[in-house]
């Protein structure tokens, strides 16, 4: 299996929900990633997770909390989003952290209304 | 840290043309450089890359050329076709520090 796999692909939400974003993959890569895409922007890292551990928050608001729950699972919370949060969000693992060998999950589209 | 940029933003061709786009990067410990190829609503997909110790590499029509002592890489696509449309990434990293990546070029093949 050489895919990242995410899940939902859509989601709108309110102001006031609670959701969770979820990743998985079984390529038995050890780090895993939270990025965040705008329209015609470039991916905006979030987290990183390494060997289940959290490595990287790039001063990410506290509304977006990220779980590593195992080595094959990443997970999303979201609870009280705004509006601007509407974005593409992209899971990536790679064989360890670092820029190499990355993989991309086909991300979810939120709109949150 | 490291700071990629990327230009064109925009670049239009003709079916058959040839397309090149180009980045530089700031620090001199990157020795990885991947491009990412993304089209509308889809995932960025890996299409070629190329490390430090490494002037050139080809994979059909894609190529990628690195200058350390400039600090730049470009991507070149010859004989582009329609399905090459979409938006191009560059990056650089050191494989042990995060993905930095460009602005991104918005690739359109005219038939």
């Known amino acids: 299996d050489t895919e990242v796999t995410q899940t939902p692909k859509h989601l709108v939400m309110g102001m006031t929900n609670k959701k969770s974003l979820k990743c998985e993959q079984h390529m038995g890569h050890r780090a895993m990633y939270w990025y965040k895409q705008k329209a015609k922007k470039p991916p905006e890292l979030m987290f990183v997770?390494?060997?289940?551990?959290?490595?990287i928050n790039e001063s990410v608001p506290s509304r977006f909390s990220p779980e590593c729950p195992n080595s094959s699972l990443l997970n999303l919370h979201l609870h009280a989003l705004q509006p601007e949060d509407s974005a593409l969000y992209l899971c990536a693992s790679s064989p360890s952290e670092g820029g190499y060998g990355y993989t991309f999950g086909s991300g979810t589209r939120l709109t949150v209304v | 840290g490291e700071n990629v940029e990327q230009h064109p933003s925009t670049l239009s061709v003709q079916e058959g043309d040839s397309a090149v786009i180009k980045c530089t990067y700031s620090d001199s410990a990157s020795n990885y450089f991947p491009w990412y190829k993304q089209e509308l609503g889809k995932r960025p997909q890996l299409i070629i890359d190329i490390r430090s110790n490494v002037g050139e590499k080809k994979d059909q029509r894609i190529a990628v050329t690195l200058n350390k002592t400039a600090k730049h890489f470009s991507l070149h696509i010859t004989e582009t076709q329609p399905e090459d449309s979409a938006v191009y990434f560059c990056a650089a990293t050191s494989f042990t520090d995060k993905l930095i990546f460009g602005t991104g070029t918005r690739l359109q093949v005219f038939p």
């Open positions: 997770y390494s060997y289940e551990k959290l490595s």
